[in-house]
């Protein structure tokens, strides 16, 4: 029988592209959310079908992961297979200035979720979106064994739906795994998040729309992953024999100011030109380098990432020149005909 899936966070770049993995593996896919005055849909747009149709397989159905009531109402009434909890405020810097809120959706919301799986009394296979931000100031490289040390509300509010994912795993026998996903990236990527924030800024300047680009720490190492590529790893995680926690990672880690360098001599711009710094954008507390170290994913899911730093790039400078009307340099587009032929879902 075609299994369900739910998503929370389908709206945004990762539960848009698991959703996208899911219909190719045959699921009939269920996403909740959140009413908003403007469209926020776009990123699933493509896939929509009329839910009236005997085709449809993506449904959608209103709800805020601050209400319980409507959350445990969308488990009962789809009786998922498998929950994929992505719904998060998912912006570190923004963290800090609404503290509470992240708290409430990005921690609260994960229990909400987890008691509504408890109470419907079906086995439902839960994925925890976890976060590298939870390790914070320890040292790197970075493993399933190093210590969380948070440096911002939403590392300390991932902490918190870590550990209630284990709970739920030891306490009550839940099929719930932790993702410990590092950076990924992707022309899907959320326009604030520093990468689509720089090569978006690449189209504009090129177009003339825009003269300076301000940033805040360029100093900041982050691993950068490819965001297709990790999220066919969560549904791994619900497949694997027992509910287990993984690190997700590249291994490799470059500066914001690497990936200025990167993206702007790609497009053939001088960023000394451009970029300034604008210290609104320092955090009050910094994570200075993540580098993950994935050895138990390589060894037990097989994780073996394609797409390198210097692709990425090259794939999201593309995708957003073409989103402004210009003519692609076209290299990150043979990156993806090339490494993901039968992936029709890897291209934006
Ligand atoms: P994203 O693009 O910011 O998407 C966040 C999603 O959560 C959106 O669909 C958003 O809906 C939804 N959401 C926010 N507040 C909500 C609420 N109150 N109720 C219901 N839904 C709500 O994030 P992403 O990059 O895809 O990341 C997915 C998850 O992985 C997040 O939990 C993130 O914290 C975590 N993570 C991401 C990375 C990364 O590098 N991308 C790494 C590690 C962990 P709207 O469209 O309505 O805003
Ligand atoms: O792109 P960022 O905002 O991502 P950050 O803070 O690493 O968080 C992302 O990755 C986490 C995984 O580790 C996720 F859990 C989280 O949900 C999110 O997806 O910032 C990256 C780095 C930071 O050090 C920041 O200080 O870039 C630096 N930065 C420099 N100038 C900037 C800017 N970040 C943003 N957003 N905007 C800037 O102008």
Redesign the pocket.
Known sequence: MEKKALI????????SYLAEFLLSKGYEVHG???R?STF?TTRIEHIYVDPHKSDARLFLHY????DSEQISNVIYNIRPDEVYH??????VRVSFDVPEYTGN??AL?TTRILEAIRRSGNNIKFYQ?????MFGASPPPQNESTPFRPRSP?AAA?IYSYWMAVNYREGYDIFACNGI?????SPR??ET?VTRKITRAIASIISKKQDNLYLGNLDARRDWGY?PEYVMFMWKMLQNKMPDDFVIGTGETHSVREFVDESFSYAGLDQDEFIKIDPRYYRPTEVEALVADPDKAIKKLKWKPKVKFEELVKIMVDADMRAAGLEPIGEGDEIIKKKFPDRWWCAD
């Open positions: 929370t966070g389908i709206t945004g770049q990762d539960g909740i959310i959140r908003a926020n709800g805020d992961l601050s992505l719904g998060a405020q998912s912006h959706i990005t919301g979106a976890s976060s590298s931000e939403y991932k996903l590092f950076n990924h990236e990527r959320g998040f965001s």
